[in-house]
């Protein structure tokens, strides 16, 4: 767990992929791709269920790890609607009604007509972007506007070279500084590299976050 100061608030930039603001006690994360396994399994692509088992697992500790008593979904809490079965919607929602932490849900470009189903989980939907403590939440990254926003989307990560190896990381990023970038929740999932040299980047290692300029690129 890292401190990150963003828009003059004080969030904590977390190793399981979530940004906590404690004075709040709200969690933010984006980028589930519920669904996305199942989706590579009618395609033929063997690839099993585990990782989504372990996302929700994860998801669980970190609200009960925090605390958190508001939960924002930055979009993409689906990876395809058309895919979905009531099976799938009655296990995900033991997942969100267990807790006692409101839940919102902005949608993503892969949640088109979830609306429906992001309520059955017992989900609130909000639009994009909704205004939170004067910061901009939403699904879609917004560089040419200078109000600040936080967003999912990209799935960054972060890229360290040496002159015979590289290191890829998610990260939180901070391309701009009215920009922060969360990365994909998900642990199935790719996404582009930012330079480190370029970008304010707060890399999920095995050892932890770490913060921008703690791992020098060679």
Known sequence: MTELLFAGEHFVARADRTLFHPSSQTLFLSD??????QVFQ????????????????RLDQAIQD???????????LFHQVSCIQA??????????QTHTATAQVILGNHDRSGHALAEQLGL?????????????????????????RIAGH???QVQFKSASDHLVYPCFAIPHSHELLLPAF????GGPRFDAK?????????????????????
């Open 32 to 37: 589930l791709h519920l669904g996305k396994a």
């Open 124 to 148: 609130t939907v909000c639009p994009e972007p909704s205004q939170w403590n004067g910061i901009q939440l939403a699904h879609h990254p917004d560089p040419n506007r200078h109000a600040p």
């Open 42 to 57: 009618a395609a033929g692509i063997p690839v099993t269920d585990a990782s989504e088992h372990q996302d929700l697992a």
């Open 198 to 218: 370029q970008t304010s980047c707060y890399a999920i290692t095995p050892i932890g976050v770490l913060p921008p300029g703690k791992m020098t690129p060679r």
């Open 87 to 96: 099976c799938q919607i009655q296990q995900w929602s033991s997942h969100f």
């Open 66 to 76: 925090t605390g958190a008593l508001h939960v924002w979904i930055l979009g993409d």
């Open 154 to 156: 990209i799935h960054p």
């Open 186 to 189: 998900t642990g199935f999932s």
